[in-house]
T-cell receptor
């Protein structure tokens, strides 16, 4: 799996957009970018994923650069409940489909 | 919305005892996983399971661990003789079918404390 690099921590003001960056410079053409988050040792929660096009759902937007070497997860209006560890994961086709978690970014949303 | 459910949510066991952690994956999912997270550390892959057999396991998943799908709905992780270092949160996960664009969904975890 391609490795990802994320800042260890970030702060965001409540109500503002949270932009979480991720570098994946060694990503291959068939590898998807996934974002999960983990709130206080709960189970990892799926947020969004994409291959090359930008994606949006009810939780977030995912912006992938044209060269696919980096991406940004955007939480448009962060709330205190969005305080969590956010994981950017790149996954290739495999015979198991497993995900490999890194250290992630701890996002602290402040009032 | 369908979800992965795990029991128990918390278990305390004596060192050397056997523990079984149970999971009910999302209905119609075919791929199943166990992960663990030691307090303060990252989420680690343990094992993947498909078609009633292990498809991949990590170095952590040694002979003390086993997995089973005893019926059409449950997926279990057994630790034969627990050690102090097995204290962790254990997450079960499932996925519908194999595709790199397909999503893995996680349960809320079972917190195991070995004393």
């Amino acid at each position: 799996d391609a490795k990802t690099t994320q800042p260890p921590s970030m702060d965001c003001a409540e109500g503002r957009a949270a932009n979480l960056p991720c570098n994946h410079s060694t990503i291959s053409g068939n590898e998807y970018v996934y974002w999960y988050r983990q709130i206080h040792s709960q189970g990892p929660q799926y947020i969004i994923h994409g291959l090359k096009n930008n994606e949006t759902n009810e939780m977030a937007s995912l912006i992938i650069t044209e060269d696919r070497k980096s991406s940004t997860l955007i939480l448009p209006h962060a709330t205190l409940r969005d305080t969590a560890v956010y994981y950017c994961i790149v996954r290739a086709s495999s015979n198991t489909g497993k995900l490999i978690f890194g250290q992630g970014t701890t996002l602290q949303v402040k009032p | 919305e369908p979800e992965v459910t795990q029991t128990p949510s918390h278990q305390v066991t004596q060192m050397g005892q056997e523990v079984i952690l149970r999971c009910v994956p999302i209905s119609n999912h075919l791929y199943f996983y166990w992960y663990r997270q030691i307090l303060g550390q990252k989420v680690e892959f343990l094992v993947s399971f498909y078609n009633n057999e292990i498809s991949e396991k990590s170095e952590i998943f040694d002979d003390q661990f086993s997995v089973e799908r005893p019926d059409g709905s449950n997926f279990t992780l057994k630790i034969r003789s627990t050690k102090l270092e097995d204290s962790a949160m254990y997450f079960c996960a499932s996925m519908a079918f194999l595709s790199s664009g397909n999503t893995i969904y996680f349960g809320e975890g079972s917190w195991l404390t070995v004393v």
